[in-house]
């Protein structure tokens, strides 16, 4: 099957502590994307890659990080200076050409502060 | 499950009945949209797009309407099934072929047996 996984499901913060999501995918899509879901409000855009080894900031980075090592792959880690991290956390790829633009989602990730 | 949207607005219909669920999107330079669906504590899941070229797409069960004059997106169910209860929302792609994607707040859709 093709498609995006994100694990874990569920991920508890203690203060102080960073952690890491992880969001794989086999779609062979170059483009890679990290948003934050809260209540009442849309997606809105953590960072993102359009390739790898490369990454840029979306509308709010801080007290984030990430990685592209590999096209398959693209963790999100959350610093402890993210100080609101209770959040859905939503991995996304998009097949860049001219084929489609769509951005296709993971499960998702729900973040807890204990 | 987790709720998506605490405070959406929601519609409610009958079994049966067709849905329409409205959309305003905020750059009148946007040239592609897309509708997503997304049951609680789920991923959203692509239901259907559409360029700016056209004011009318079909799916299965689905259409989607695009009024550029007013900048308003619709999408229509039909003969709405109590699986199509979820939030819905739209999302704009700001800027043709680059990252950036608007997305809204959503609607909740209940459907009533």
């Known amino acids: 099957d093709g498609g995006i996984t994100q694990s874990p499901k569920y991920l508890f913060r203690k203060e102080g502590q960073n952690v890491t999501l992880s969001c794989e995918q086999n779609l062979n899509h170059d483009a890679m994307y990290w948003y934050r879901q809260d209540p009442g409000q849309g997606l809105r855009l953590i960072y993102y890659?359009?390739?790898?080894?490369?990454?840029q900031k979306g509308d709010i980075a801080e007290g984030y990080s990430v990685s592209r090592e590999k096209k398959e792959s693209f963790p999100l880690t959350v610093t402890s200076a993210q100080k609101n991290p209770t959040a859905f956390y939503l991995c996304?790829?998009?097949?860049?050409?001219?084929?489609?633009?769509?951005?296709?989602f993971g499960p998702g990730t729900r973040l807890l502060v204990l | 499950g987790e709720s998506v949207g605490l405070h959406l607005p929601t519609l409610s219909v009958q079994e049966g009945d067709n849905s329409i669920i409205n959309c305003a999107y905020s750059?009148?330079?946007?040239?592609?949209f897309i509708w997503y669906k997304q049951e609680s504590g789920k991923g959203p899941q692509f239901i259907i797009d559409?360029?700016?070229?056209?004011d009318k797409r079909q799916g299965q069960r689905v259409t989607v309407l695009l009024n550029k004059t007013v900048k308003h997106l619709s999408l229509q169910i039909a003969a709405t099934q109590p699986g199509d209860s979820a939030v819905y929302f739209c999302a704009e792609n700001w800027v043709s072929g680059t990252y950036k994607y608007i997305f809204g707040t959503g609607t909740r859709l209940k459907v009533l047996a």
């Open positions: 996304a790829s998009r097949k860049m050409g001219p084929d489609g633009e769509t951005q296709y």
């Open positions: 890659s359009q390739i790898v080894n490369d990454f």
């Open positions: 750059n009148s330079a946007s040239d592609y």
């Open positions: 559409i360029r700016s070229n056209m």
